[in-house]
């Protein structure tokens, strides 16, 4: 799961580009499969892949032999094997920029999207480096990279749509079905939706103080701890821990009787008038 301040700036960039925020957030755990950077030399950076072949085809002549010889470029796609840890990842992208430091750049994909640095001049950066920068900007700077990527080859109306298939294929290429890309994107839409809609309050150790948010449709403890607590005050309510019909009408009944907007939402100010109403051993 993403930080709060993660899912601010993804949401922050998907609303700058009309995309629900939980469509881009599908897509952003399902590129990044959860993990969007490694510490490098005692600073976070973005998660690379190395493609030998594309910096065969990038290099001079005199400087594509040298590559091969290195061991850093070939003519086919796969023979130049990617490290597993990234750190060592860093060391093969820093060997191949001793031989050309634009071709080497241009030859790696950055950040969660996997964008690769050749596609700078296409996606309208001024050059290798300012593409380099932006994925190097945290994780925002990887998100809105990938989202340059998405609007450039016109796949906005794809999410717009929830079209998951149809991103996919474009975005991860023919073999995405194979991989389960758009299922994985589809499920990951639906997850993230559902936090939206019903924050997670299940915990048996959430206090009450805790508690933020609870509506129609809530579960566990702490609408339990709800049901208790309006129980305690007289008013008549089954303790089950299910946020149904019966407790949203008891819950506005009390925010009538207390001045409050009778919503049915346990929030803040519901929350502090009834510690004021509770009894002190409660």
Request: charged share 25%; with cysteine.
């Amino acid at each position: 799961m993403f930080e709060v301040k993660l899912m601010k700036e993804i949401t922050d960039i998907a609303k700058a580009h009309d995309i629900e925020p939980e469509a881009l957030m599908a897509v952003v755990e399902v590129e990044s499969n959860g993990r969007l950077g490694a510490k490098i030399n005692g600073r976070m950076e973005p998660l690379i892949r190395f493609e030998g072949h594309y910096f065969y085809r990038l290099l001079s002549n005199s400087k594509r032999n040298k590559a091969v010889v290195r061991g850093l470029a070939h003519s086919r796609a796969g023979r130049v094997k990617n490290p597993l840890r990234q750190a060592s990842r860093w060391k093969l992208l820093k060997r191949a920029e001793a031989i050309d430091r634009v071709a080497a750049l241009s030859s790696c994909s950055w950040g969660c999207g996997q964008v690769m640095g050749s596609h700078w001049r296409w996606l309208g950066y001024g050059n290798i480096d300012a593409l380099v920068f932006e994925a190097r900007d945290g994780a925002a700077g990887q998100i809105r990279l990938m989202m340059r990527y998405i609007k450039k080859a016109r796949l906005i109306s794809k999410l717009q749509n929830h079209d998951w298939a149809g991103f996919a294929r474009a975005y991860n290429g023919p073999a995405y079905a194979r991989y389960k890309y758009h299922t994985k994107m589809r499920n990951a839409y639906l997850k993230f939706l559902r936090l939206k809609r019903k924050p997670d309050l299940s915990s048996p150790v959430l206090k009450r103080n805790q508690i933020q948010m609870l509506r129609f449709g809530s579960r566990g403890y702490g609408v339990r701890q709800l049901q208790k607590d309006l129980s305690s005050l007289g008013l008549t309510l089954r303790i089950d821990g299910d946020f149904g019909p019966a407790t949203e009408v008891t819950l506005k009944r009390f925010q009538l009787e207390n001045h409050l907007q009778a919503d049915g939402i346990f929030g803040p100010k519901t929350l502090e008038m009834l510690r004021r109403k509770l009894p002190v051993a409660a």
